[in-house]
């Protein structure tokens, strides 16, 4: 059965706000949560970048459902024996709760560390890299690896939960999605055109194929970004003030700076979110438009209210809209 989570934006409150929100929309029907993984915010507006991994440790202790990074990139801030150190441990604490999303990365949050940034098919061959290392260790195993971007010492993951925890790969470009689904264990992809969805879940599933894999058995996963309001203006404002991120229509991968992102968020109009962020203070749209990416196959979906109003968001949310959806 399909669940709607909360998308929790560590780039944009404080990390015990933030927990106090999940817990809230726990309590009004939220399942899950899909936390940000970032060093950054989009923009200075948005004002945090609150560790995950140390985030999720509190989290895992104050709500009852499943959660994960969407997503982390391990290949340039952490090698990634580091970050299956860190599933590990999560997985171990909270069993069959925690799935571990990873991405190829964006130099936003990856290049704080300096040197070259790499073209996307180098940052992809990096991932399956670091996807190996990781599946690797979490056997349980000793392991010795040597590749051509990763190296790592003879060593074995001692504290492990009794099932590996899963791992979803973040993916749009056709290559990365066939490959995810014959490498790894679901999907991860942001909200888009139901047309463009149609490919992104064909893509996976002709992978997952291609591994002997049944891709209906397989998580597919949505994060959504959306600006609620009592009033359209309330909303808008909310999304040019706080996601003009969410209307940029371009590639982000490559701009470094949330100083950079705030001069483009200059030139973002309200017409530039349409297909992005759905902006609307009507109730009844909002379920129309998650019950549409329901429809279309995906397992969960994590929803983002841009805005502040985040109490009121997750009652009425909680109350008029989840209820309602089949």
């Known amino acids: 059965m399909a669940t709607i989570g909360l998308s929790a934006a560590l780039e944009q409150f404080h990390p015990n706000e933030l927990l106090e929100h999940c817990k809230l929309a726990e309590r009004h029907g939220f399942q899950g949560v899909m936390a940000a993984d970032h060093f950054q915010p989009w923009v200075p507006a948005q004002g945090h970048n609150a560790y995950v991994y140390s985030w999720m440790g ?44 990873l991405g190829s990365g964006e ?10 940034w790499p073209e996307p098919l180098e940052r992809f061959e990096m991932l399956q890299e670091a996807v190996e ?40 470009g056709p290559q990365t999605l066939k490959w995810a689904g ?10 888009a055109s139901h047309e463009k969805l149609r490919g992104i879940l064909d893509n996976f599933a002709a992978g997952a194929r291609e591994a002997g894999k049944d891709p209906a058995t397989m998580p597919k996963l949505l994060q959504l970004h959306v600006s609620w309001a009592e009033t359209y203006e ?37 017409e530039n979110f349409k297909g992005r962020v759905l902006i609307s203070p009507d109730l009844e749209e909002h379920r129309a438009h998650l019950q549409g990416f329901l429809d279309l196959g995906f397992d969960a979906i994590y929803v983002h209210n841009v805005g502040r109003n985040q109490e009121q968001w997750i009652k009425v949310y909680g109350e008029q809209v989840l209820p309602r959806l089949g």
Not at 79 to 84: E, F, R, T
Not at 107 to 116: I, Q, S, T
Not at 142 to 165: A, C, H, I, Q, S
């Open 58 to 101: 509190a989290l895992g202790a104050v709500t009852g459902h499943s959660f994960g990074p969407g997503v982390t990139c391990p290949t340039f801030r952490v090698h990634p024996s580091v970050i299956a150190h860190a599933a590990a441990t999560l997985g171990a604490m909270y069993p069959g709760r925690f799935w571990l999303g």
């Open 107 to 116: 130099a936003l949050n990856e290049n704080v560390v300096g040197g070259e």
């Open 133 to 172: 290392i990781i599946q690797r260790l979490f056997s349980g195993k000793d392991v010795r690896f040597r590749g051509k971007y990763f190296k790592m010492n003879k060593v074995r993951m001692w504290t492990l939960p009794e099932r590996p925890v899963p791992i979803y790969i973040a993916a749009t």
């Open 182 to 191: 014959r490498a790894c264990d679901g999907l991860i992809t942001p909200g």
């Open 234 to 270: 309330e909303a808008l404002q909310s999304a040019l003030t706080e996601w003009p991120n969410g209307g940029m229509n371009f590639p982000k991968q490559d701009v470094r700076s949330p100083d950079d992102f705030a001069a483009m968020a200059k030139l973002v109009r309200p």
